[in-house]
């Protein structure tokens, strides 16, 4: 009833209003009567009487210009700058040790070590025994057919052109049996002298040649034997040059020639002699 008598009175109440008034939703607490919107008397109506406050004044007391100030774009620009150089450096760096390492990897293999062998005179020598001489090193055995005979030969021609060179110390040819149980010191003796009284020749127990031969990687391998007790020991094919402190230099394998062994060994041993001055060494 109370809305009844509310929607009755509503035109008296609208002609009382304002053009500017606005009439907003009725509704009824007790009954629940929604239904009724804005109400408006003209066209000049105004949706809403905020309209006719004075503007609100913006609050910068939290701001004090832009977030990003020339002062943080400056130190943002150092720290990147110097960011920047840092790794760059650190890039040199490990460019560098790549670089080394690869040197010491690619251009000196790791071969070489210590020995105790007995020479075609039947005394005991070492690896020791050669410091301070430039040393040509062939690994064979004296039965072999004609390798062995042809690699002799280019040994003892390389050894002569080294030593007939005035700018190039002398070099100590040595030949390493493969084959011990027949190669003995009498008998490397006479085989040695077949190509020159320069070339030391060497055997020893099987365990000694067997250390000798891992030390420079040496394959070898003894085949069977025939009737007449007869084997080829198959075997790598290659020489080494050894400087005066026992280290190995370089190698050449079977298709090198005398010459190219020659050029080969003096590059090297003009670079060793070039980084040790004040090291003595076998001489003319």
Same mark, same amino acid.
Request: charged share 25%.
């Given at each position: ?224 034997? #025939? ?15 050894? #400087? ?41």
């Amino acid at each position: 009833m109370a809305c009844l008598k509310i929607v009755s009175k509503l035109p008296q109440m609208i002609e009382k209003l304002s053009v500017s008034t606005t009439v907003y939703p009725l509704a009824c607490t007790q009954c629940k009567f929604f239904g009724f919107q804005r109400l408006s008397t003209s066209a000049s109506y105004k949706t809403s009487n905020r309209d006719h406050l004075p503007p609100k004044e913006k609050d910068d007391s939290h701001y004090s210009g832009s977030f990003i100030s020339w002062k943080s774009v400056i130190a943002a620009a150092g720290v990147g700058t110097f960011a920047l150089y840092a790794l760059k450096e650190m890039m040199k760096t490990k460019d560098a040790n790549i670089a080394a390492t690869k040197q010491v990897v690619i251009g000196k293999a790791d071969l070489g070590g210590d020995w105790v062998l007995i020479d075609h005179h039947g005394d005991k020598r070492s690896n020791l025994d050669f410091t301070g001489q430039w040393v040509l090193l062939y690994f064979g055995f004296t039965f072999c057919p004609d390798i062995c005979p042809e690699q002799m030969e280019k040994l003892v021609e390389t050894v002569d052109r080294i030593d007939d060179d005035p700018s190039l110390p002398n070099v100590t040819p040595i030949f390493i049996t493969l084959d011990p149980e027949r190669d003995t010191p009498v008998l490397l003796a006479r085989y040695v002298s077949e190509f020159s009284p320069k070339v030391i020749g060497m055997t020893g127990t099987k365990e000694q040649i067997a250390a000798a031969a891992k030390a420079y990687r040496i394959y070898y391998s003894a085949g069977p034997k #025939d009737e007449e007790n007869d084997y080829i020991v198959d075997h790598s094919i290659i020489q080494y040059l050894v #400087d005066p402190e026992g280290n190995f230099c370089e190698y050449f394998g079977q298709n090198k020639t005398a010459s190219e062994v020659y050029h080969g060994a003096k590059k090297h041993m003009k670079e060793w002699i070039k980084e040790h001055p004040m090291t003595k060494t076998s001489s003319k």
